[in-house]
T-cell receptor, first 112, second 110 residues
Framework: DTEVTQTPKHLVMGMTNKKSLKCEQH?????MYWYKQKAKKPPELMFV???????INESVPSRFSPECPNSSLLNLHLHALQPEDSALYLC???????????FGPGTRLLVL | SQQGEEDPQALSIQEGENATMNCSYK?????LQWYRQNSGRGLVHLIL?????REKHSGRLRVTLDTSKKSSSLLITASRAADTASYFC??????????FGPGTRLSVLP
């Protein structure tokens, strides 16, 4: 199984809502990533979890809160988002450092 | 700062033609990878070339790497409409995370 799954596929939320994005992989990868991607731009790294510990937070606002409950799951909790946070949120995992990352299909988020 | 930069930013070709995309980067790398992204979907890994390799093939894909010029090229031969997508290069180095280039949007016209 070389698949990374993400739910939901689409999400519309108001600025006062709280929602969560979910990512799952069963490849035994020990590093997982959250990226944000705006239209016609490359993915921008948000968070990196390595062995279930947050190893990198690329100066992401606190309204984004990551969580890694176990080695297969990665969540991104959203609270009080702004319209400019509307984007495609991608999850990825990898087996070894600097090697191939496997991406999920993404969650398209619209903040109204 | 941005590491990989693709050239051209957009490319339109006819089906059956070859498509060449270039990527330049600024610092040392362990490897360089190319990914494809269909509209609004996740990225799919195409090929990885290590810093000690000069050329690699995978099906209709040919990647070259010139570490002296800090550049790489991706050639897609005999393109098909299904190759229409955005293509990103990504560089990797010890202790650093992937850095993606801005991407090339390829349109293959039937």
């Amino acid at each position: 199984d070389t698949e990374v799954t993400q739910t939901p596929k689409h999400l519309v939320m108001g600025m006062t809502n709280k929602k969560s994005l979910k990512c799952e992989q069963h490849m035994g990868h020990r590093a997982m990533y959250w990226y944000k991607q705006k239209a016609k731009k490359p993915p921008e790294l948000m968070f990196v979890y390595s062995y279930e510990k947050l190893s990198i937070n690329e100066s992401v606002p606190s309204r984004f809160s990551p969580e890694c409950p176990n080695s297969s799951l990665l969540n991104l909790h959203l609270h009080a988002l702004q319209p400019e946070d509307s984007a495609l949120y991608l999850c990825a995992s990898r087996e070894r450092a600097q090697e191939t990352q496997y991406f999920g299909p993404g969650t398209r988020l619209l903040v109204l | 700062s941005q590491q990989g930069e693709e050239d051209p930013q957009a490319l339109s070709i006819q089906e059956g033609e070859n498509a060449t995309m270039n990527c330049s980067y600024k610092t040392s790398i362990n490897n360089l990878q190319w990914y494809r992204q269909n509209s609004g979907r996740g990225l799919v890994h195409l090929i990885l070339i290590r810093s000690n390799e000069r050329e690699k093939h995978s099906g209709r894909l040919r990647v070259t790497l010139d570490t002296s010029k800090k550049s790489s090229s991706l050639l897609i031969t005999a393109s098909r409409a299904a190759d229409t997508a955005s293509y990103f290069c990504a560089t990797a180095f010890y202790g650093q995370n992937f850095v993606f280039g801005p991407g090339t949007r390829l349109s293959v016209l039937p």
